[in-house]
Structure formats: structure tokens, C-alpha cells
């Protein structure tokens, strides 16, 4: 896509790999999880765009009673059932140093969970901290596990990659390949034939696991590819809401190279290389481009063979055992 082009002209198609230091503030988190939390910010306005730089969500009980070296900076808080029972017993002047003990350090937010009402304390507190301040009727186990994984997803280990992503026969596949290979062509014609776009021309990848990368369409690229001849296109308008999706597990990439030098390749077994992206390997499958080859079933029949192979099957053994079956039976002595 010209306009937003994230690579350079002529970029290598396999290029360096840049880690993304990646962040989520407050007042994002709220956003993606107030309303699936019922999420209630009743104080500490101005400090949503303090940032979280771990995913770990935490209790607090032990600094509530003046453990602070179990309170570290940046995270978020959930005072559940136990700690608000303690606080609840505690005199005034108690709450008001264990309140203190809670913002010893620059923590990222705290919830009051299971409908509790919290203290003016700690309203206060978080109002003087500017340390945004939640409740939520959802039980605190729930709202910790939740709130880890969005903040996981959030804070994985990302970079950029150049190509087309889509989802073909329910597998994620990049394609890529030189300026002008026919990358978006090729995307256009599997979407016509019934796949799916994720993201045209530049892909956000992140390690959400130690084994699985997922790939995410840039907000500004959403819905939009850009063909050559015809310019830049909504593919959501075009062919429907089915057509698109905003995420997919990166699982296979298909290179397109210049038909050239391939004679000289093994052409019964075509076998996939693995390119490392964030520390973890993905297959990879070269198709030669050339006038007359239709890339589209290719690159369905190379999706295709990729899964018989993730469940054991390898089309070029089972013809080679055919071969060695046979040579046996015609000559017994190849059998001994």
C-alpha cells in the first residue's frame, strides 16, 4: 500500500527482525476490559496513562500489613474478599498507614473487587497518588485472570514483517517475496476464492507464547489492501464482513521467488525451510513465480499439504516407499 508503505522499495524479503518495546497504559487496559469487567473508575483520573510494563496482576495482602518489599511498581493491584475484610477491621489510623503501605510505590492501578465499596482512605489516597482507582462486581480470581492475559497479549515481544497475511483453510499464512512478485494479486484471488485478509503490505507480529506468534493487522491498514492497476481497496466493502479478520496464528509462510534456477532442485521432495521470527521457528514454502502458474491453487494445495504433514503424513516418503516396495518385488535381492 503506497500511502501507508512500511518497508522501503526493494526491501530482502527476509529482513531483520526489530523487537518492539511494547507498552499498555492504564486508560488503554480500562478500555479493553471495562466493559467485559464491569470496570467502575471512581478515582485517580489523571494518572491513565501511566504505563504497565509486567503482566503479573497482584494481591496485596502481605503490604497491606507493612511487607512493602512484596509491592512492586507498575502493576496492577486487585484487593479481593481477604484484604478488604483486614482493612475493614483496622482503626482509623490503622487504614490510614496500611492505605499508605498499598502506595509506598508507584503501583499502576488498583480494583476493588467483588462489589465492595471502597474506603473514602483509599479514594483519597488515589486521588493524591493520581493512581486510577476501579471496582468491579467480578470475583477477584476472575478479574486477575482476565485482566493477565489481555496485558500478556498487550506486553509480548513484537515486530513488523512485510507481506500479505491472510487465513487460508483455517491456517494463517504470510506470503511474501520481492516488490512487485504479485503478492496483493495473489491475496485478491484467494479472498474471491473464499479465504480470509488480515493484513496487507505490513504485519504486527508478537510472541504471545514461547511457541506461538500472532499476527494483527495495524489499526490504519484494517480492511484495506492495495492492488496495483486498481488502487486501494476495502475488502470488507467489497466481499463482506466474512472476508477479513483482524488476528491469526502466524503458522506458514509462503515465499514467492522467480521461477529461475529451479531446475537444479530436488523436485520430488520439496522440503520447507524454517525462518526464526522473535526466537520462534515457522515453516517456510518457496513457490516459483512464471507466466501460466496459478499461484492461487498453490498456494491451497501448499496450505493443504502443510497440514497432512503437521498429522504425519508426507506425500514424497509414501511415494518413495511405493518406489522401494516395487524395486523389491521386481528384483528380491534390493529386499535383502
Keep these: 500500500m503506497d500511502a501507508l508503505n512500511l518497508a522501503t522499495e526493494g526491501e530482502d ?13 492504564v486508560a488503554e487496559l480500562f478500555r479493553q476490559a471495562g466493559e467485559r469487567l464491569q470496570l467502575c473508575w471512581i478515582a485517580g483520573h489523571a494518572g491513565g496513562e501511566r504505563r504497565l510494563n509486567s503482566d503479573t496482576v497482584q494481591k496485596p495482602t502481605l503490604a497491606l500489613v507493612g511487607h512493602l518489599n512484596f509491592v512492586h ?6 484487593l479481593g474478599c481477604a484484604e478488604m475484610d483486614y482493612l475493614g477491621k483496622l482503626s482509623e489510623e490503622g487504614l490510614g498507614q496500611a492505605i499508605d503501605n498499598l502506595f ?4 499502576a492501578a488498583v480494583v476493588v473487587a467483588n462489589g465492595e465499596k471502597a ?4 479514594i483519597a489516597a488515589a486521588e493524591r497518588t493520581a493512581t486510577p ?16 492475559h489481555m496485558m500478556t497479549q498487550a506486553l509480548a515481544p513484537s515486530t513488523i514483517l512485510h507481506g500479505v497475511f491472510l487465513e487460508v483453510s483455517g491456517l494463517g499464512v504470510l506470503v511474501t517475496g520481492d516488490p512487485s512478485a504479485g503478492k496483493s494479486e495473489l491475496a485478491l484471488e484467494l479472498i474471491t476464492r473464499g479465504h480470509r485478509l488480515v493484513a496487507d503490505d505490513a504485519l504486527e507480529v508478537f510472541a504471545v507464547s514461547p511457541d506461538t506468534l500472532e499476527g494483527r493487522c495495524p489499526t490504519l491498514l484494517q480492511d484495506f489492501m492495495e492492488v496495483r492497476g486498481l488502487g486501494v481497496l476495502n475488502i470488507r466493502r467489497l466481499f463482506g464482513e466474512t472476508a477479513v479478520k483482524s488476528k491469526k496464528n502466524l503458522k506458514l509462510i509462503i515465499h514467492l521467488t522467480p ?11 520439496m522440503r520447507a525451510s524454517n525462518r526464526s521470527i522473535l526466537g520462534i521457528e515457522v515453516p517456510e514454502v518457496r513457490i516459483p513465480v512464471a507466466v501460466g ?3 492461487a491453487v498453490l498456494v491451497e494445495v501448499a496450505v493443504r499439504n502443510h497440514i497432512l504433514r503437521l498429522r504425519g503424513f508426507n506425500s514424497a516418503e509414501e511415494f518413495a516407499e511405493r518406489q522401494r516396495v516395487a524395486i523389491a518385488a521386481a528384483d528380491p535381492r534390493e529386499g535383502q
Aim: net charge negative; aromatic share 6%.
Design 133 to 148: 482507582l476501579f471496582t468491579s462486581p467480578q470475583q477477584s480470581p476472575l478479574l486477575m485472570r482476565v485482566l493477565s
Design 259 to 269: 521461477a529461475d534456477g529451479w531446475q537444479s532442485l530436488d523436485r520430488l521432495d
Design 119 to 122: 474506603p473514602e482512605t483509599l
Design 104 to 107: 509506598s510505590t508507584e503501583i
Design 13 to 25: 524479503a527476509t529482513p531483520a527482525h526489530h523487537i518492539t518495546p511494547y507498552h499498555i497504559s
Design 73 to 78: 511498581p507498575n502493576r496492577v493491584q486487585v
Design 293 to 295: 502458474r496459478n499461484l
